[in-house]
Structure formats: C-alpha cells, structure tokens
C-alpha cells in the first residue's frame, strides 16, 4: 500500500488547501451573515442589485471571476495598489490571494444559506424581544443569531467544500505556484500535465473525496446538534 | 396611574378611530374579532404606528403625531403578552424570564425573579425549555416575562384564546392575582364576556374600530345593547357582595349587599370578604308577588326602572333593588301578561349565579 503515502511535495499542497479553504470561509463570515440579514430583513434602494452582485461568481464562468480579481486587486489595479501601498498588504500570487479568490466564489452559496435560515425565523419572536427592550443590534444578537446557527453552520461548511475545490478563478488569479498557490485542485491539474503522474492525481483525488466527505458529515452533526437546541429539545 | 388613548388608524378599508383614558388597574379591550382591539394594542406597545393621534401612559408620551413623537417598542417599556406567548424557543424558561430584566434600567426592576416565579407557580419549569410546557403553562412563563422587564403597562392579547376551558380555568386566577399584587396596570384584551366581568376593573367596548362605550365593569356590563352575536344574553348585573354567612350543613354561602341576600353553592371565602357576583339578564326572571312553592333560592325585592323591547320578541327589564340596579332579559309576551311598568314593585328571581373574587372591583 506503499502508493498511497502521500509525498512531501502534496502534503503542502493538502495543508495549502485547508489554510486558504479555513480563511475564505473565516474571513468572509461577518461579511457573509450581513449580507444575508440585509437582503432577508431589510427593504433599500439597490437590494436587487446587491443580490445580484452576490450571486454574480455562481453563473459567470470562474476564468471570468479571476480575470476580474487580478484586473482590480493585482499589483496595478485600482484594489490592490491601494491596498500594497497603505498596509502592504499584496494578494496577486500569494496565498492570500487564493483564500480571496475562494473567498469571492463561496461568497454566494454562503449567503444563501444563511439568508434562508434567517427568513425562516418567526418575526413576531423578534418582535416579542422588541417590546421587551431589545433595541434591533441585541435583538440580532441574540434572537436571531442563535436562531439562524444551524443555516449559519450549513453556509460554512458550503463555503468550506467550494472553496476547497476551487479552481479556475485560483488559477487565473494567483497562478499555480507550488507552496504558494497550489492548492489541490491545481497540483491535480498539474499531475495530469506530467507524464507519470497518475498516481500523484489519483492520490490527491483520494484525499479530496475523504475531506469533502468529512465536511458533510461534521456539517450534518453540527447542524443537527443546532437545530435540535433552536426548536428547544 | 392613567392610559390615554387618542388614535385615528385607517387600515385598507378599517378605520380604527378611539379615545378613552383609564386609570384602572384593569382595562378591558372588549369586542368582537375585527373591533380593531389587536390593533389599538400594536399602536399602544409601538408595533403599529398610529397615522394621528396620542398615546401616553402616566403622562409620559409614547406617540403624538401632532409633535411627530413616536417612541420604538423597545424604548417603550411597555410588557406584551401575546395570544401565542412567543417564547424563545432556544432559551430555556429562566433565561426566557430575565431576558427583559437584563435588558431594564437597574433602578426600574421592582419585581424579583424569585417573588414572580412564586406568584405563578412555574418554579418546577425554570431549567425547561419552552417546547415541553403545555399552552398553559407558557402563558404563566410568559406573563412573567412581560412582568419581569419592569414594565409600566402590560397589554396582554387574548392569552387564554389558544388554550380549551380547562387551561382558561387555570390561568384566570393568575391574571387576577397580577392585577392585584403586581401594582403594574393590565389593558387586557378579550371577545369573552365572561372572562372580562370576572377580570376587569373598567371595560372599553369596541365596534367596527369605534369606542361604542368606556367605563367602570359594573356600568358597563348591565347594558345588554353593546353585547351582540355569540355574547348576547351574556350582559347583566355585576353586584359588590359581602360574604355574610356559611352553612356547613347544607354547603351554601350566603352573599348580601344592599340589594338583599343571595344563596349560592359554598364559597371558600371568610366571612366579611367581598365578592364580585354576575347576575346575567337571562338568568334572572321576574315575579309580581313573592313566589310561593319555586326551587330558585333567590329573591330581590325592588321596583322596575324601565322596560324596553328588545329584537322581535324581548324585553329588557331594569329593576332597581335598593340602590343597585338588576336586569332582566325576559319575553315581550311575558312582559305584557304581567302587566309590567315601570314603577311597579317585582320580585327579581334568579336562577344561575356566578361568583367571582372581588379583588380590585371598586366597592361601596
């Protein structure tokens, strides 16, 4: 069973995989479950666009998306030169700039997810809280927060599993640059670019089939552990 | 302690358009569905936003359009208990019950946790959650809840309407004993007649979105007008009356108030101690002479006030009975066999009494 021990070489590219997954899921949360409150509770100018803007990256092509990314946050573009010169921070061919890229293509299933969640919530119970004294920030932080976990905890592991298996808005964006950028879906791509390399494709393959797998199943527990405490049981 | 309510509300094709101000412990909304009641409520707790008018509870405003004043639900300070409860259903009922003590000003909370849970008997549930309590049972929690965010009002909409007559029974004397103890006025909202004589202090009748009447229970509940539909024949007398004597022998209780003594089934109540008693105009029946040979206990002796036909075939008769007035729903064609007027010396005979604790009923 010696073919199975993964080499070095994929061990970054697994490790790589899970950092920039674990961050575009992290980092986009806040972001996420404003959003998704936004667009369930609250009536604005502009809402249809905002749910549009969100959901742009699940129907446009993902080459498109990261064409997008590298004209506005490479080195020269309007983003990404603001960002390098007032906090040096640089995204074009880093890893964060993967988690980015993840980040931006999960953004829509997140969201999603939790939005559904919080319209499913009764709004009388809110209401309730109101004429209880809770101002609407207390309201939402623990009325519908608590309530909304189990969409909350769905729209992770979503983000998560998407931005695992990312791929074409990555590789435009920030390369395929080993230990860098090359998370598992690219060092797959590269594997079956090489002569010899079916084994190392096969190999990484097995390992995203058991981490999605993984992520499913936790998602399952963890949500129905939530759903359980949210209907009182 | 006083609520004024000066409201103009139009809703699609309802106009909700009523003023009254009350000082009692226990407002009742009364009317049929559709009166505009929940809605009055919504506007007085903030969840409606009247389109003119006035709101204020002891003087302090809590709409007035003139002024564009209009304070948010949670700046209210205003307690709910909603037809449904609403509790928190991923809290358990302790946590239920301090969420508005958390989040009231320190020096506002008079009512302790401890004092509250006694009150209403929900020791047993506090580490439960809202999903395993019966609908009874989360309308105690609930109401502690309201009471527990150091509220200067409680309105409490219909809370027994989603449970069957045995829960009602059971929650009943836990209203009366907040409208008692708490010393935190209730506008308590109702199409039950029933529950509003046994209940409230003062009655606001609702028709169509208009105040058809506003006043204290005992004038309100003899006018047997303002009570249609399911709750006609529900009207009548409403009598202060002092418990006076106890016949062990016979299980009787034996009631007396100016207007004469009444028999009813044994009371668990001390001597001296009043009572709130409902004498509904169906049940009572009236006699020319004292009747001889009759099963019915009870006799008031007073003179006929006025007659009024009622509908096709009744009469309305007003007997004054030393000062307090009983009344009787009988037919036209009794009415003029027996040759009724008013001035007329009669007999009030009747048949079915209810009996309630008096509690805050003003007396005398």
């Known amino acids: 069973m010696d073919w199975l021990e993964l080499s070095p070489d994929e061990w970054v590219a697994v490790r790589l995989s899970l950092k920039v997954s674990f961050w575009a899921m992290a980092a986009s949360l806040p972001a996420g479950i404003l959003v998704a409150w936004l667009l369930a509770r609250r009536d604005f100018w502009g809402k249809s666009l905002l749910n549009g803007i969100v959901h742009l990256p699940l129907v446009m092509p993902p080459v498109v998306t990261g064409y997008l990314l590298l004209l506005t946050f490479g080195r020269r573009g309007p983003a990404g030169a603001f960002l390098y010169e007032h906090f040096g921070i640089t995204f074009s061919f880093r890893w964060t700039g993967a988690a980015l890229a993840c980040a931006v293509m999960a953004f829509p299933l997140m969201v999603r997810a939790i939005r559904l969640s919080i319209e499913a919530i009764d709004q009388r119970l809110e209401a309730a809280a109101g004429t209880l004294g809770a101002g609407p920030l207390t309201v939402f932080a623990t009325i519908t927060l608590p309530l909304a976990l189990p969409g909350v905890i769905a729209g992770m592991i979503l983000a998560f599993a998407k931005a695992m298996g990312e791929f074409g808005a990555t590789i435009t964006f920030v390369s395929n640059i080993p230990g860098e950028t090359q998370t598992l879906p690219s060092a797959i791509y590269t594997f079956t670019q090489v002569p010899g390399g079916e084994l190392g494709a096969l190999r990484l393959t097995l390992v995203s089939i058991a981490l999605a797998l993984g992520a499913l199943l936790v998602s399952e527990w963890l949500a129905r552990r939530a759903s359980n405490r949210v209907a009182g049981l | ?364």
């Open chain 2, 1 to 364: 302690m006083t609520l004024q309510v000066d409201i103009s509300h139009r809703q699609g094709d309802f106009l909700l358009e009523t003023a009254f101000e009350s000082a009692g412990s226990l407002t009742a909304l009364f009317g049929p569905s559709g009166s505009g009641k929940t809605t009055l409520v919504n506007v007085i707790a903030g969840l409606v936003r009247p389109q003119k008018g006035h709101v204020a509870v002891d003087g302090r405003v809590l709409v007035d359009t003139a002024s564009r004043t209009f304070l948010k639900p949670h700046r209210r300070r205003i307690g709910y208990v909603f037809q449904d409860a609403r509790l928190f259903p991923h809290l358990t009922v302790r946590q239920n019950l301090l969420y508005g003590r958390w989040l009231a000003p320190r020096e506002a909370q008079k009512a302790q946790l401890g004092a509250v849970v006694d009150m209403l008997d929900i020791g047993h549930l506090l580490a439960r959650r809202p999903a395993l309590l019966s609908g009874g049972e989360k309308q105690r929690v609930a109401i502690g809840r309201a009471l527990l965010s150091a509220p200067s009002l409680i309105l409490m909409d219909e809370p027994l309407a989603s449970l069957d007559e045995a829960r009602k029974g059971e929650i009943l004397p836990y209203v009366e004993r907040l409208r008692d103890a708490a010393r935190v006025p209730l506008v308590y909202v109702s199409h039950q007649l029933a529950e509003v004589a046994r209940l409230a202090t003062d009655i606001a009748v609702l028709d169509k979105g208009r105040l058809a009447a506003f006043g204290p229970t005992a004038d309100i509940l003899p006018r047997l007008d303002l009570f249609g539909g399911a709750e006609a024949g529900e009207g009548g007398a409403l009598l202060s009356m002092r418990v006076a004597g106890q016949d062990r022998a016979f299980g009787i209780t034996t009631l007396r108030s100016q207007a004469g003594e009444i028999v009813v089934p044994r009371l668990d109540a001390a001597l001296g101690t009043y009572v709130r008693v409902r004498l509904r105009a169906r049940d009572v029946m009236v006699a020319t002479a004292k009747p001889q040979g009759l099963s019915a206990l009870n006799l008031l002796a007073g003179t006929i006030v006025s007659l009024e036909a009622v509908g096709d075939s009744g009469a309305e008769v007003r007997i004054d009975c030393a000062g307090e007035t009983v009344v009787a729903r009988i037919t036209r064609l009794s009415a003029t066999r027996l040759r009724l007027e008013p001035g007329m010396a009669v007999y009030a005979v009747v048949k079915t009494v209810s009996v309630e604790p008096a509690g805050a009923m003003p007396v005398g």
